[in-house]
Structures are given as C-alpha cells and as structure tokens.
C-alpha cells in the first residue's frame, strides 16, 4: 500500500525538519521533568498546551477572516498591486525567485507593514496570505521554499516602530519617561531585522536546493 | 511631543489602513460587501487548519516550560553572562523569548514590579523583549497553515537572528542605561 508518510533513507532526509525538533523537545523536557522532580507538572501541561492550541487557533478565525476580506478588496481594487509595484526594488532583491506579478509580492509587503506598525492582529492573516501565494509557486509542497524561508525570517525577527505591550508594563509600573526605550528597542530590533535577512539571504546561497529546483 | 506623535500614530494606523483599502475599492468599483464576506469565507478553514501544527509546538513548549530546564539552563549561564553585566533575572527572558511570548513578557512583567522603573534589569528586559517576536510560534502559524514541514534553514536563521537580537539588546543597554 502506498503511504503518504514515505520512510526515507536518502541523506537529504537528515536535513532539519519538524520531526527532530518535536521529537528533542518532548523527550527532553520528559527528561529534565523526571530529573527536577517536576514530572507530574510536564504530564499536565500536556493538557493546557492543548487547550491552549485550541484557544489561540479560535481566536484567530474572527480576525483572520476580517483581514481576508479587507485584503482581498484591496487585492480586487489593485491597491496591492500598487503597493507591490512601489516597494518592488526591495522584493526583488530578497524574493528573487518570486515573480513580479505575483500577489505574494503586495501581500509581503503589506505583511511588513503592519508587523512595523504593531499591529500583529492584521500582520498575522495577511502574512498567512502571502505564505499561500508562495505556495503556490513552490516546486515542493511539503518543504520550505527560499521565498517562504524569508517571509519567515522577516516575521520572526519582529521588527516593530513602537513596543507598545512593554511601554504600557513600563507606565504601569510608574516609569518617568518610558519612550526612552523606543530608541534602543528600535536599534535592537534593526539589527536582528536586518541580520535575519542576511542570514536567510546567506544561508539560500549555501543549503541544498529543493527537489525539483535544479 | 515625540510621544503624543507616536500615540497618535499607533491610534490611527489601523483606521487609516482599513479608510484606504474601503475608498479605493469603491473607487475603483468593487462590490466591496460580496468581495469582502467572499475572502473572509476562509477565515475559518485557515484557522483552523494550524490547529494540528499548533498543537504539536504549543504542547511541546509547555511541556518544556514545565520541565523546569528553563530555570536549570538560567542557573547554567548565570556566572558566564555576570561577566557582561547582564542581571540574573533576565536570563530566562533569553531563553524563552523564542518559545512563548507570553512567558517571556510575564518574566519582564515580574522584573518590572518586583525591581522598579529605576533597575538595571528592568530596561535590559523592556529592550530583549520589545525587540522581539516568538519564532516557534510564528513558525507553526505561518508553516503550518501551508502545511510545510520541511522547513530547510528556516529554523536556523530565525534562532540564529534571536540570538544576535539577544547580544545586541546587552551590548545596547550597557552603552546606553
């Protein structure tokens, strides 16, 4: 019978993939649980981790469904495409493979913005957008395209103008003057923005193409 | 000044973002309701289609949250970062930062009201965290709404990113606080 879970044997199947992280981080923490004495709070953490899953995902359905809508009336309008054709300097040098007419290219940058504005309720649902794009476009559907990895390195790197969540703890605690960490905050989070692309620029040079690349 | 502009800012970006998407798509002549409720239809499959992947990775850090090695790898570099000046209690926000943010902005949270406005601490935590996104979440979000599992260097470059954001926020606050 055939099976979609191929077991494969070839050395590219060593390269990382989800099923060693899921795997070190369970035994791992089952392991130190056992060690520190704590192994009754890992067995239960199972069930609020699930419960947990459950909650973000639900509360993304509402949110995400809003800013699918929204966007695909700017996508309709063409405004994304305008935005894509302004920002298309940059797009083109960090997702090269991706073509210029592609919504993924609007989406990203749009993704970018709010992610810079703060707004994580509406940079989450476009970002997901633009990942299906790149979907699309990508030659193998189970492994992440050079695209895909860095629209993820640009997202996970965090980049944003104002930390709103931290200044609000800061006023909260009586802090005179807490716009004095904008400034370092906004340096700090320059350089990981920055090294997360170079990295993932660096790192597309150097990896292994994907099946059906070449 | 700078702060009532950057308030006004955060106030009105997301209004002035949904105005312009509305306008131009009247302008341009788009039934704005039906095109609107067509690409919200998906809200929900999208949602929950991340439900397995995150499940996968919210369980798995729990589990490590739990485990108590968080505080054991703390203890681990505490003497090694002493020599940076970095202060003992914000060395779990290094390492949880990229598994769970609330974690990481309740370990600043408690900094914040246990040592004052005026420690050390506390503006080297504000930095590490303001500064940064949780990558496994991000991960399982993004990665698993398309259904990759593959994830090639993806993983690496992000975690490698966190860390140098880490140096940078300890280098930065020495220079300035």
Redesign the interface.
């Known amino acids: 019978m055939h099976s979609q879970y191929n077991v494969c044997k070839s050395p590219e199947c060593y390269?990382?993939?989800?099923?060693y992280?899921?795997y070190f981080?369970?035994v791992?923490?089952?392991?130190?649980?056992a060690i520190?004495g704590?192994l009754q709070?890992?067995v239960?953490?199972?069930l609020?981790?699930?419960e947990?899953?459950?909650k973000?995902?639900?509360s993304?359905?509402?949110?995400?469904?809003?800013w699918?809508?929204?966007?695909?009336?700017?996508e309709?309008?063409?405004?994304i495409a305008i935005i894509a054709r302004i920002i298309k300097p940059v797009t083109k040098k960090l997702f090269n493979e991706v073509p210029e007419d592609s919504p993924a290219v609007g989406d990203i940058a749009m993704n970018f913005s709010?992610n810079a504005?703060?707004?994580a309720n509406?940079a989450?649902?476009i970002?997901?957008k633009a990942?299906?794009e790149?979907?699309k476009i990508n030659v193998?559907?189970?492994?992440?395209s050079n695209a895909?990895?860095m629209?993820?390195?640009m997202?996970?790197?965090?980049f944003?103008l104002?930390?709103?969540?931290?200044?609000a703890?800061?006023i909260?605690?009586?802090?005179?003057n807490p716009?004095e960490?904008?400034?370092?905050?906004l340096?700090?989070?320059s350089?990981?923005?920055l090294?997360?692309i170079t990295?993932?620029k660096i790192?597309?040079k150097f990896?292994?193409p994907?099946k059906g690349d070449e | 000044m700078?702060?009532t502009l950057?308030n006004i800012?955060?106030l009105w970006?997301?209004p002035a973002?949904?105005i312009?998407?509305?306008t131009?798509?009247l302008?341009?002549k788009?039934p704005?309701y039906e095109?609107?409720?067509?690409?919200?239809?998906?809200?929900?499959h999208?949602?929950?289609n991340?439900?397995p992947y995150?499940?996968?990775?919210?369980?798995?850090?729990?589990?490590?949250?739990?485990?108590?090695?968080i505080e054991?790898t703390g203890q681990a570099l505490s003497p090694i970062l002493g020599h940076f000046n970095v202060p003992a209690d914000t060395i779990p926000i290094m390492i949880v930062r990229s598994l769970s943010g609330s974690a990481a902005?309740g370990v600043?949270?408690d900094i914040?009201?246990n040592l004052?406005?005026d420690a050390y601490a506390?503006?080297l935590a504000?930095?590490?965290?303001?500064?940064?996104?949780?990558?496994f979440y991000?991960?399982a979000?993004?990665?698993g709404?398309?259904?990759?599992?593959?994830?090639?260097?993806?993983?690496?470059?992000?975690l490698?990113?966190?860390f140098?954001?880490i140096v940078?926020?300890i280098a930065?606050?020495n220079l300035?606080?």
């Not at chain 2, 709404?145 to 992000?158: E, F, H, N, T």
């Open positions: 390269n990382l993939n989800m099923n992280i899921f981080l369970i791992i923490s089952i392991i130190a649980g520190n704590r709070e890992v239960n953490s199972i609020t981790g699930a947990l899953s459950v973000v995902a639900f993304l359905i509402g949110i995400m469904a809003f699918l809508g929204m966007m695909k009336i700017a309709k309008s063409g405004l709010a504005l703060g707004l509406a989450t649902p970002g997901i990942m299906k790149l979907q193998d559907k189970k492994s992440a895909m990895c629209l993820l390195a997202n996970t790197a965090g944003q104002i930390p709103a969540t931290v200044i703890v800061l909260g605690i009586g802090y005179k716009t960490i904008i400034a370092p905050t340096l700090v989070t350089i990981t923005f090294s997360a990295l993932a790192f597309e990896w292994k994907q | 700078f702060q950057m800012i955060s970006a997301l973002i949904i312009l998407i509305l131009i798509g302008f341009r788009v704005l095109v609107f409720t067509d690409g919200a239809k998906e809200g929900f999208v949602a929950v991340i439900i995150l499940v996968a990775i919210i369980v798995a850090i729990s589990m490590l949250r739990a485990s108590g090695i054991m902005l600043f949270s914040a009201h004052g406005p506390t503006k504000a930095v590490m965290v303001g500064s940064s996104e949780t990558t991000v991960l979000v993004y990665f709404a398309v259904g990759i599992s593959k994830l090639r260097y993806a993983l690496i470059a992000g490698l990113a966190d140098i954001g940078a926020a930065v606050c300035m606080f």
